[in-house]
């Protein structure tokens, strides 16, 4: 079965430090996204994707952060000078038109 | 802003019985509901979901039954079994027929579900 997949599976980095999470969604899906998971808190939007422009954005998603496909597969989130409180178990997901989101297994970024 | 309300944070259940788990919302835009369900260090698999034009489907174990009057959905599992101990969260989209949900969608806190034996 066709899944998503993000690497690394963990990232630590100094406070200040840029950080890319990366994330190969399935083939032929058109619409991808990122979440984060603060410890113990819910899954939260940050970004959708469509077109190669962003459709949608939360008010996490500031200026500190940038989403990208910089070929037919990668799908990058980039945070340019982490935060203490950037902490948090990151996801990609993808999905076709109307569909269901399918989930990667989530990089947890831990910011020291 | 809690758009998407799982009130239980866990929720134990004697293995062969019947799992309930809850799920409020307040957004009267959100048209289609989805159940997830997450194993520690993994991400969120698809369960099942809803369209706001049904109040009841089924698949296999898991049914999920909406009323939109009281904006409550729930999800059965019947029988539990062991392997369904995993966290099971709600989430909801206004967008499910513009292409994909270019809004994502709005989760719940998660129900902690623990299947005893």
């Known amino acids: 079965e066709p899944e998503v997949t993000q690497t690394p599976s963990h990232q630590v980095t100094q406070m200040g430090q840029e950080v890319i999470l990366r994330c190969v969604p399935i083939?032929?899906?058109?619409?991808f996204y990122w979440y984060r998971q603060i410890l113990g808190q819910k899954v939260e939007f940050l970004v959708s994707?469509?077109?190669?422009?962003?459709?949608?954005k939360s008010e996490i998603f500031d200026d500190q952060f940038s989403v990208e496909r910089p070929d037919g597969s990668n799908f990058t989130l980039k945070i340019r000078s982490t935060k203490l409180e950037d902490s948090a178990m990151y996801f990609c997901?993808?999905?076709?038109?109307?569909?269901?989101?399918?989930f990667g297994s989530g990089t947890q970024l831990s910011v020291l | 802003d809690q758009q998407v309300k799982q009130n239980s944070p866990s929720l134990s259940v004697q293995e062969g019985r019947i799992s309930i788990l809850n799920c409020d919302y307040t957004?009267?835009?959100?048209?289609?509901f989805l159940w997830y369900k997450k194993y520690p260090a993994e991400g969120p698999t698809f369960l099942i979901s809803?369209?706001?034009?049904?109040d009841k489907n089924e698949d296999g174990r898991f049914t999920v039954f909406l009323n939109k009057s009281a904006k409550h959905l729930s999800l059965h599992i019947v029988p539990s079994q062991p392997g369904d101990s995993a966290v099971y969260f709600c989430?909801?989209?206004?967008?499910?027929?513009?292409?994909?949900?270019?809004?994502?969608?709005?989760f719940g806190k998660g129900t902690h579900l623990i299947i005893q034996p």
């Open positions: 997901a993808s999905s076709s038109v109307g569909e269901k989101l399918f």
């Open positions: 083939s032929n899906h058109l619409y």
């Open positions: 994707f469509y077109n190669n422009e962003i459709s949608e």
């Open positions: 957004n009267s835009m959100f048209d289609y």
């Open positions: 809803i369209s706001s034009i049904k």
């Open positions: 989430a909801a989209s206004a967008t499910q027929y513009s292409g994909g949900g270019a809004d994502g969608l709005t």
